[in-house]
């Protein structure tokens, strides 16, 4: 077997010096912006590196130069080329396209190589990335491309050119993540099937850095400028001098690209993955679109705001400013008369339209507005009627808060993690969210209202009364024990176990009227106990917390010092 990556032998060839690396990509669908890694190599280089990405669907190492794109490549002057071909060489593409891997497919290769290194530069030979096919049983299939790429580690070796072997890491990682994890690096064709061949956003992301770790490895003079890509979860846990860089700057643009005309913006995406122009088209077709959602849930909205306000805070660039201000907009617009927030705006038919407190998502806009308020750094550029439009949508938040929390035999209690837009009343979400009290919940509400500077009597009484309910309700002398059951989905099974020992935890729902915990599958029938519940939802969903601990043995006692 040849070694996977060569030495690099002419490296020097290209006089970079302080000046920016320049790297020019030659390839098919796999390697260019629509559907390949390019974006994603484009990425995670800095502003030393320029990317010039002249790839283009269908063409193989033949139809490239025959229909005048490699034409392009001297004008660009590039310190780096890198050349990709394959997909569109292998039988049956056509005579304009095809080529014999051992034969016309490597002189083709090689003539590359050799008029790269006379324009100057210096030449990168990559290996197609695979089809992810599997058979029946998971197994991965090689494809047709295998001679391919291994007439290109041939070349590298005999011609002493520098080699990224992407066929065998696409291979390896394609293995690791079987047909399911692999199906998420792709696409969908116009059909609605999966695309084994083309990347998604993900794996236009992951390849990408594949490929851009590699060529740093094998090429000192951008290696320098080589970063990880920041993913979209971590973006907010920078150090505030890395929100001025160009990376930072990237991501942002990203997220005016993926905020709706309306200001807000859909969640559970990874908002700094690379962007190729067919994912930024579609995008562009979304902003107006009626039926593309816009929420509040899983700290969607009010994050991309507060990371945007971080990147102008950074930058000064106006268009940050602007996009945070398009987001503050549409909090105050979705915001109900009565202070509640629903979890999507445009209002959703079904428990999506009911004031949400679930996974702290009231909470987070709150939050965000108060920081607003108190003239955080960050909002600085924010002026005094912006101040008080977020004072006064907070005083109304703070007054829903407290008419929301349920009353159970005269004494205040807690909060439901979501309230009918309309009685306030404890309502509904998905089918095993029932009407309850909430031990998850409830903590960030009560945690925001001890974040109030001059509590009201009424806010205090809110506040002791909540606490007062987690202590009564607290759970002792049991532990969550994944237990080991071979045959099942996951392969475990969580249960319930005694041990006196254990720290205390909380139910995530307590029923109303009993304040006994509840636990409910599917079918929304209540159960009292978790192993009653089908495997599946026993299994996919948080029944037990530990939250309130922080809360009574912490946050509470500092609170009551100053109240």
Known sequence: MIPRFCVLFALLAAPCGAQTVKIVLVGDSTVNDEGGWGPGLRASFGPGVQVVNLAQNGRSSKSFRDEGWWAKVAPAKPNFVL????HNDVAGKGPERETDPATTYRANMERYVEEVRAMGATPVLVTSIVRRNFDSQGKFQPDTLVPYAEAVRRLA??????????????????????????????????????????????????????????????????????????????????????YGSAEAVRIADNLLAYQRDIGGWDKNIDMAMPLGTLERAQLEKEKSDPEAHSTIDNDATYTQMRYLAKVYTATKDARFAAGFRRGFEYL??????????????????????????????????????????????????LGDAERARAKLAIDKGVECILKTQVVQHGKLTVWCAQHDEHSLAPAKARAYELPSLSGAESVGIVQFLMGIDKPSPEVVKAVEAAVAWFRASKITGIRIEHRPAPGTPKGYDDTVVEDPSAPPLWARFYELGTNRPIFSGRDSVVKYTVAEIEYERRNGYRWYVDRPARLLDIDYPEWRKKH
């Open 83 to 86: 050349i990709q071909f394959g």
């Open 157 to 242: 070796v005999e011609r002493e050119v520098a080699l990224i072997d992407l066929y065998t890491l696409t291979r390896e990682q394609a293995e690791r993540l079987g047909p399911a994890g692999s199906e998420q690096l792709g696409r969908k064709d116009p059909e609605g099937r999966p695309d084994h061949t083309h990347l998604g956003p993900k794996g236009q992301t992951e390849i990408g850095i594949m490929a851009a770790r590699e060529l740093a490895r094998v090429a000192p003079q951008v290696g320098a400028s080589f970063h990880e890509l920041v993913i979209w979860r971590n973006a907010m846990r920078q150090p505030a001098a890395w």
């Open 332 to 381: 105050l617009k979705a915001q109900y008369p009565n202070g509640g927030w629903p979890q999507f705006y445009p209002l959703r038919d079904g428990y999506w339209s009911h004031i949400t407190y679930n996974d702290d998502a009231m909470v987070g806009v709150l939050e965000t507005l108060r920081d607003i308020v108190t003239r955080r750094p960050d909002y600085a550029f």
